[in-house]
């Protein structure tokens, strides 16, 4: 499966955005999806996990109640819509997909997409 990540941009804290994930190829509805973000000069971080049915998800405890994943299966396509954006969310985000269970973990996800700017100005 190929990824294809969107949405990232500037926008100033407090505001909102939703990245798009739209993935190609076979099966979506198979995968468990997650995103992930990297800084600068720092390690590639879980922020949210979907399983493939949309019924499971998961996120990083700091973007609890902030950050939003879900699924479009008949669309081949996962969303992050992210509020109340802090400085501290600005990183590369990157969707991922894996078969089985959606995980933490970035090491077990076997598919990733190319990564969208997302800059959250004080």
């Known amino acids: 499966v190929q990824l294809q990540a969107s949405g990232g941009g500037l926008v100033q804290a407090g505001g909102s955005l939703t990245l798009s994930c739209a993935a190609s190829?076979?099966?979506?509805?198979?995968?468990?999806m997650g995103w992930f973000r990297q800084a600068p000069e720092k390690e590639r971080e879980f922020v949210a996990a979907?399983?493939?049915?949309?019924?499971?998800?998961s996120y990083t405890d700091s973007v609890k109640g902030r950050f939003t994943i879900s699924r479009d299966n008949a669309k081949n396509t996962v969303y992050l819509r992210m509020s109340s954006l802090e400085p501290a969310d600005t990183a590369v985000y990157y969707c991922?997909?894996?078969?089985?269970?959606?995980?933490?973990?970035?090491?077990?996800?076997?598919?990733w997409g190319q990564g969208t700017q997302v800059t959250v100005s004080s």
């Open positions: 979907i399983g493939w049915s949309g019924g499971t998800t």
């Open positions: 991922a997909a894996r078969v089985g269970a959606a995980l933490r973990d970035k090491q077990r996800y076997d598919y």
């Open positions: 190829g076979r099966s979506f509805s198979s995968y468990a």
